[in-house]
């Protein structure tokens, strides 16, 4: 994660939404409590544009899980050229002009 994280930060803007974080919180509370403080301070020592997104702006996009069609939302309104994760229903369909990939393919074309 520390290579993903540095690359991104040495040649690109990286992009959060308020949703990302607040999901990935919830997740590390839940499964790994005793991360949850070092998680906060890769927080506050990351360079990254936070971007808000409501629920009520949100437009409709193919995918499964609801709360993926947020982060589908952020990505365009935000202008984002791509997408990385390792959520499979991102891969599931093409989403014009916005590039999906996981961490391990982000690494290996840079």
């Known amino acids: 994660m520390n290579r993903l994280v540095q690359k991104t930060q040495n ?4 992009v959060l ?8 919180e919830c997740v ?4 790994f409590p005793t991360f949850l403080g070092a998680f906060k ?5 990351l360079s990254f544009e936070y ?3 409501s629920g009520d702006e949100i437009d409709e996009y193919p995918i499964r899980d609801e709360n ?12 984002s050229d791509a997408l990385i994760t390792g959520d499979k229903d991102f891969f599931e369909q093409n989403y014009e002009g916005l590039e ?3 961490p ?5 074309k840079q």
Not at 41 to 45: A, G, I, K, V, Y
Request: hydrophobic share 50%; charged share 25%; glycine share 0%.
């Open 28 to 31: 590390i509370a839940w499964k």
């Open 68 to 79: 993926d069609k947020k982060i589908l939302h952020a990505a365009y309104a935000s202008s």
């Open 51 to 53: 971007f808000y997104v």
């Open 104 to 108: 391990q393919d982000f690494l290996k």
């Open 11 to 14: 040649d690109f803007t990286i």
């Open 17 to 24: 939404p308020n949703i990302v974080i607040e999901e990935a």
């Open 100 to 102: 999906i990939l996981t």
């Open 41 to 45: 301070r890769f927080l506050s020592e």
